[in-house]
């Protein structure tokens, strides 16, 4: 029945959905579009000193993607969702593989206009539309992945140098770093205070899992938490248990709670030093939403006094082999279940086993443990070393059996998964950590400066774990390439759709270069079976990425236009803000 009026609602319906989000893609992808590759131009991002009351202004210069991106302004709602979600799903490119979000962008804006057209005309189901397409990114990555070679310290050279936009000297300083500590340093990018760079080195393991609330930050110029001299507790069960939450509460309240508590009270001359607080990190697997109202008075404690409380909890921890290792090296002992309570009663009379009494006793010691979002370090855990200083023998044992069990598995043709494991578990064993403190004349050039040696050292360790391939966007479009010449492939319309879409992100990059060649050299870099390399013009095979990079952002774009492309309306906060009633769908 047609409808006489309309009625006003906070209904989006999906044609005006459409529209809004192909034109919200546009809008992101034409912002990166010119700072794309390493002749693209800067994008000058301003702001006010004091926003609430709009004065001053600063101004930074970039040509990060995700930068430019974060930084955009929307003025209507399914606009700003749409920007929220980019900016989301390329955060994992910007970890996991360092560049790659002015890529992702612009591909799931192409992408995304055909998934429309597809929709409209030939009234396809998009859940039918996007499992198809789900099933072509994993078969282009499983061919990309395939493809890759073991990083080489050349490569690492190489890489670095695509990464800094040709800094050599930048490059030339991690370079001698790796070069020092090996391909599997793990470096961590700060600015300096002064106008030179600065190197620091240390010895500790890495886990990669980061804290569990922000609330633990106290260094806000990285947002990282940092405690000295930690007391470290390691839960090998999740505490969801009635016993492994008094632990867990016991630990606390002996630790923070009751110090805090008595802090102010006046105390005799033999009671001062004691109830003060120790500085407290707690690792465990999962913890029990149970548990929260008393984690959550301690977080809200640590809101209102930022910075005095010394406290990491590091939860939802998959990586049970690094626990492990974790545990050997600060001296610290398991805290477990039990299923017969008459064996935990024997392992508690034989002091193998904690009790409530003495489970604030359960820990081991290291220098220093710093976390942030994404990884927690151990700096000289206790037992790495001797009282002299030097290498203990429980790490040597460890660190010979590592190597040799690497062997084995080699040798043997054991599982990659299997040998990678090995590999990082030898790796955080080996232990070195490197601060770079980027060096400049300006607060801004040093910011600049950071991004881009992120960028660098986060491919080099993904090139180091999991291979190193072609960069520029070429191993994914080559791969395409590929595909679509075998016969049984070459009418495949997902496939021929993600080869056009690299097409034009490779015109994208070229064209602000060549702006009359780009097409030859797209065609070209086929030939040579490798980019161009932009600064050199040469097909000289040095533009390397991790192989991992074409993959995470064809897995990023996967995510961004499934999300927006199962949407089927949009319901607004409240009807006042609906702008849309005068969009055109016809």
Not at 266 to 285: A, H, R
Not at 505 to 510: D, H, P, S
Request: glycine share 4%.
């Amino acid at each position: 029945m047609q409808r006489e009026i309309k009625l006003r609602t906070n209904i989006i319906d999906q044609k005006v959905a459409r529209k809004i989000q192909q034109e919200a893609l546009h809008v992101i992808a034409d912002s990166v579009k010119m700072s794309f590759g390493p002749k693209g131009s800067m994008t000058a991002i301003t702001d006010y000193m004091n926003r609430e009351r709009e004065q001053g202004i600063t101004i930074k210069h970039t040509k990060d993607g995700h930068t430019i991106i974060n930084s955009i302004e929307f003025l209507n709602p399914i606009e700003r969702s749409v920007q929220d979600l980019v900016v989301d799903m390329t955060r994992y490119i910007v970890k996991t593989v360092g560049d790659g979000t002015t890529s992702a962008a612009i591909l799931s804006s192409l992408i995304f206009d055909e998934f429309c057209n597809m929709e409209f005309d030939a009234n396809l189901c998009p859940s039918d539309i996007i499992q198809e397409f789900s099933k072509r990114v994993k078969l282009v990555n499983d061919l990309i992945i395939s493809k890759g070679r073991e990083c080489t310290l050349e490569d690492i050279y190489n890489i670095c140098l695509i990464a800094t936009n040709d800094n050599k000297e930048l490059t030339d300083t991690l370079y001698e770093v790796y070069k020092k500590f090996g391909k599997e340093v793990y470096i961590n990018i700060e600015t300096s205070p002064r106008e030179i760079n600065i190197v620091k080195e240390y010895d500790g393991m890495t886990l990669e899992t980061g804290f569990s609330n922000i609330a633990f930050i106290n260094d806000k110029s990285n947002n990282s938490a940092r405690v000295q001299n930690p007391h470290i507790y390691i839960f090998q069960d999740p505490i969801d248990t009635p016993e492994m939450i008094s632990f867990f509460n016991t630990i606390i309240d002996k630790n923070i709670m009751n110090p805090l508590k008595n802090m102010n009270k006046p105390k005799t001359p033999q009671q001062n030093g004691m109830d003060q607080l120790v500085p407290t990190v707690i690792l465990c697997k999962k913890i029990t939403p149970d548990i929260s109202s008393y984690l959550e008075t301690l977080i809200q404690l640590m809101h209102s006094n930022p910075g005095v409380i010394p406290f990491i909890l590091v939860s939802d921890i998959h990586q049970e082999y690094m626990l492990e290792d974790i545990l050997l090296m600060t001296g610290s002992k398991w805290i477990k279940k039990y299923l017969d309570p008459e064996v935990q009663k024997n392992d508690q009379e034989q002091g193998l086993a904690p009790t409530l009494e003495n489970i604030h006793e359960w820990y081991g010691t290291a220098d220093e443990v710093r976390s942030d979002k994404y990884k927690t370090q151990f700096i000289r855990p206790k037992d790495m070393f001797n009282a002299d200083g030097t290498y203990s023998d429980k790490y040597n044992m460890m660190l010979n059996y590592l190597n040799s069990q690497i062997d084995k598995a080699t040798n043997e043709g054991a599982g990659v998964n299997e040998v990678a494991t090995l590999k990082r578990r030898y790796n955080s064993f080996k232990g070195n950590m490197v601060d770079f403190l980027v060096g400049g004349i300006t607060l801004s050039d040093r910011e600049a400066l950071k991004a881009a040696l992120e960028d660098a050292v986060y491919n080099v360790r993904s090139a180091v774990a999991n291979g190193v391939g072609y960069g520029s966007n070429f191993m994914a479009y080559s791969t395409l390439k590929e595909l679509l010449s075998h016969e049984d492939r070459a009418h495949d319309i997902y496939l021929q759709m993600l080869c056009h879409a690299y097409f034009e992100l490779l015109a994208c990059l070229y064209k602000n270069s060549f702006p009359t060649r780009y097409e030859d050299i797209i065609k070209e870099s086929l030939i040579h079976n490798c980019p161009l390399n932009i600064r050199t013009e040469e097909y000289d095979h040095k533009v390397l990425s991790s192989i991992k990079s074409d993959v995470v952002i064809l897995e990023t774009i996967n995510k961004i236009v499934t999300m927006m492309y199962i949407t089927n309306q949009y319901l607004l906060p409240n009807v006042a803000i609906n702008a849309y009633d005068n969009i055109k769908t016809e």
